[in-house]
């Protein structure tokens, strides 16, 4: 029993793949895509060259003390806005303070001397006109041979010795002057050194870095702040030396930097005629416009304008990148085809194609979204 129910398994398997005819796979072509094609074409672009830097103040300030002394207190931090002639800090100055008070007490003794010397003068003077009215009369005596020889030679010898003691009281009083007028330079001295231990900020603008705290010994050329100006900055470029030839002062540049999210139109303020020995290249520095956006330090990019040159662009939607990998779709026969090219330059929506295409070559633009290499097409106008 076994042994027949084996061989019907076969026989009813058989049969029944048999009873039909085997189902042949449809390969009916779907109907053709229809595409708008635009012509690859020799066109004339202004020739670019792209050159990154970084964006600096054009007004900085390193602050440090003109004095030796230890910090007393720092008013300011990284990042606050400061005022012109704003105190930023200030110096230990007890010792200062002594001197001024020296030089003062110095002024006020040689001024308290000016009366005493006023009356000396005076009391010169008077007996100055004392003694020519009495010469003058006892020389008219004298002529007239009413006195003496002797008494005549005294009147002329008081005569002499009133004028020597005015022209001495003059000499003393013009001596305190001199010392009068030294004492008010040595108070002001004083004082301009006192007003050394208030650190002012040389200009509006921003604190972007600090290197003292309260205590800190500062000295003289030791850079305590750093104040850039606020709203004006520039672009520091490292332009190739084989490129320089092409810049000019007042060019107009297009800068993008980073934060800011539009191109800026600036233009170059100056070329540094120093040239880098290990890159072969030149600074060339760009004025940008007062935007709150700017920060010193960022990264930016400038776009010089160079000579027209001729080349074969495309729309730039044309282009379907892959990682690293760039394509367009061209009609050939009716047939899409993909086609991997590499391009270069950008203007607006169209891109420079720097190998992978001819001119006259028609690719897909826009791109439909079901279309893939080897779809067929109907090209539309």
Not at 1 to 24: D, N, Q, V, Y
Not at 291 to 299: E, I, K, Q, T, Y
Not at 320 to 345: F, H
Request: proline residues 4%; contains cysteine.
């Amino acid at each position: 029993m076994t042994k027949h129910l084996l061989l019907c398994i076969p026989l009813l398997i058989f049969p029944g793949s048999c009873g039909k005819a085997p189902r042949e796979k449809s390969f009916a072509s779907s109907a053709p895509v229809a595409v708008s094609t635009v012509s690859a074409a020799n066109q004339t672009w202004p020739s670019t060259y792209e050159a990154t830097g970084t964006v600096r103040a054009r007004t900085s300030a390193v602050i440090s003390a003109k004095l030796m002394g230890y910090v007393r207190e720092v008013k300011v931090q990284s990042g606050d806005r400061v005022r012109e002639g704003q105190v930023l800090l200030t110096l230990d100055a007890r010792d200062l303070d002594v001197s001024t008070r020296r030089a003062e007490a110095t002024r006020d003794e040689v001024h308290a001397g000016v009366p005493e010397a006023d009356s000396a003068v005076a009391a010169a003077k008077a007996n100055l006109d004392l003694a020519q009215v009495t010469f003058g009369r006892m020389r008219d005596l004298f002529q007239k041979k009413s006195i003496s020889n002797q008494e005549y030679d005294e009147a002329s010898a008081k005569l002499k010795a009133a004028e020597a003691a005015y022209e001495t009281a003059q000499a003393r009083r013009l001596q305190l002057n001199a010392k009068l007028a030294h004492a008010d330079q040595d108070v002001r001295a004083a004082e301009v050194t006192r007003n050394y231990a208030d650190v002012l900020a040389p200009f509006a603008g921003v604190v972007v870095a600090k290197s003292v705290d309260p205590g800190s010994l500062a000295l003289p050329g030791v850079a305590l702040l750093t104040i850039e100006r606020d709203g004006a900055f520039r672009l520091e470029a490292s332009v190739e030396e084989s490129h320089l030839t092409a810049i000019r002062i007042g060019e107009p540049v297009s800068v993008i930097v980073d934060g800011v999210d539009r191109t800026i139109d600036a233009r170059v303020s100056e070329i540094v005629p120093a040239v880098d020995a290990a890159s072969r290249a030149y600074i060339v520095k760009i004025e940008l416009p007062s935007l709150p956006a700017l920060r010193s330090g960022v990264f930016g990019r400038a776009t010089f304008q160079l000579a027209s040159r001729s080349l074969l662009a495309i729309p730039a939607g044309a282009v379907t990148e892959r990682g690293q990998l760039q394509s367009v779709l061209v009609v050939d026969n009716g047939v899409a085809r993909t086609r991997l090219i590499t391009t270069g330059q950008r203007i607006k929506d169209r891109i420079e194609v720097l190998s992978g295409l001819t001119a006259g070559e028609r690719v897909v633009f826009p791109v439909p979204e079901v279309l893939s290499d080897g779809t067929s097409v109907e090209v539309r106008p």
